[in-house]
C-alpha cells in the first residue's frame, strides 16, 4: 500500500489508473478466495497422505488419521483428493470461469488466460 501510495504521490495522474488496477486486484482475489469446492481442505488431506519427509511409522499413523478425520468432517469422496498435493483437479477451469466473469469487459480471452495462469500458479503454491 504504501509504494502505491507513493505511486501516486509522485504521478497524481496516475491515480486513477492505479486505483483502478487496484480494483482489478481485488476482484481476482475475490473471484478465488471463496472455496465452496473445499479445495483447501482436499491439499490438506493430501499432503498429509503424503507428508515431505520421512517419518516415524506413529508419526505416520497420526497424518493419516488427521486426513481421514478433515476428509470425513467436510464429507469429501474419497475419489475428490487429489492423489498428489499439486493435483489441479479441475481447479483452473473453475478460477477461469470466476475471472472471465468478474473481468468481463475490462480484459480479453487471451489476457484473462494469463491471469488466470497466475493465479492457478500462486494457488498451487
Not at 516415524?56 to 469429501?76: N, Q, S
Not at 475471472?99 to 469487459?105: I, V
Amino acid at each position: 500500500m504504501a509504494r502505491l501510495m507513493r505511486i501516486v504521490r509522485s504521478c497524481p495522474d496516475a491515480a486513477s489508473e492505479v486505483l483502478e488496477l487496484m480494483f482489478l486486484v481485488s476482484q481476482i482475489e475475490a473471484a478465488t478466495n471463496v472455496d465452496r469446492e473445499y479445495r483447501d481442505a482436499k491439499r490438506v488431506i493430501s499432503r498429509l497422505r503424503n507428508p515431505l519427509w520421512d517419518m516415524a511409522p506413529p508419526d505416520r499413523e497420526k497424518l493419516l488419521t488427521a486426513a481421514e478425520t478433515i476428509r470425513r468432517v467436510c464429507r469429501l469422496p474419497e475419489d475428490q483428493i487429489p492423489p498428489v498435493p499439486i493435483a489441479d483437479a479441475g481447479e483452473r477451469a473453475r478460477v477461469e470461469a470466476r475471472l472471465a466473469a468478474a473481468l468481463a469487459g475490462e480484459f480479453d480471452a487471451a489476457q484473462i488466460a494469463r491471469v488466470t495462469g497466475v493465479v492457478a500458479a500462486v494457488l498451487q503454491d
